[in-house]
């Protein structure tokens, strides 16, 4: 099962940031945070991972908290086409072979609003 | 920007069928993987592969599943008799060889089994 909890859906104005919520109280210190979207049906979308630090590329940031229990993905001016299906994932360290499987739970529905 | 590809991109196959997944992984990449996303549902894991062989698999991954690197460019999935409940987006995906190298996915294979 999924290590992260995420709220079913949000909403947000397009032109304003989108904040997406993902609790892993049960993360490990060797443990990433990755951040994967899905539009419509396509394959998952990578956006961004991080250990501990807060994170920045050109899609997003991602600001995890002190104890890394929380993480918030922020979309600093959504679009339209930002409407998606955003997974938070716990990388899960496996001992066989270091396969480093992506464990999906149900994401959060984003819809950015005209 | 290098990507996953796979083919086809949609096939309808009789139940009992053999059914063969094609995906060419990102250059240079050496970990592959599949995953299945049935309707409504989570992406789910079904299998990875590294060094011409399956390093982890899913309960799902039963012995009607097989996968190949047939010519060191393309990764297949085969299904050798399909059933009604196979009918699913099968997306493939691969990364780099060191751990926690970023999971690429490709756009994604949709098979409907009628």
């Known amino acids: 099962d999924a290590k992260t909890t995420q709220p079913t859906s949000m909403d947000c104005a397009e032109g304003r940031a989108a904040n997406l919520p993902c609790n892993h109280s049960?993360?490990?210190?060797?443990?990433?945070v990755y951040w994967y979207r899905q539009i419509h049906s396509q394959g998952p979308q990578y956006i961004i991972h991080g250990l501990k630090n807060n994170e920045t590329n050109e899609m997003a940031s991602l600001i995890i908290t002190e104890d890394r229990k929380s993480s918030t993905l922020i979309l600093p001016h959504a679009t339209l086409r930002d409407t998606a299906v955003y997974y938070c994932i716990v990388r899960v360290a496996t001992t066989q072979g270091g396969s480093e499987k992506l464990v999906f739970g149900k994401g959060t529905k984003l819809t950015v609003n005209p | 920007e290098p990507e996953v590809t796979q083919t086809p991109s949609h096939q309808v196959t009789q139940m009992g069928q053999e059914v063969i997944l094609r995906c060419v992984p990102i250059s240079n990449h050496l970990y592959f993987y599949w995953y299945r996303q049935i309707l409504g549902q989570k992406v789910e894991f079904l299998v990875s592969?590294?060094?011409?062989?399956?390093?982890?698999k899913s309960e799902i991954f039963d012995d009607q599943f097989s996968v190949e690197r047939p010519d060191g460019s393309n990764f297949t999935l085969k299904i050798r008799s399909t059933k009604l409940e196979d009918s699913a987006m099968y997306f493939c995906a691969s990364r780099w060889w060191q751990e926690r190298n970023t999971i690429y996915f490709g756009e994604g294979s949709w098979l409907t089994v009628v």
């Open positions: 592969f590294y060094n011409n062989e399956i390093s982890e």
């Open positions: 049960t993360i490990s210190g060797n443990e990433y």
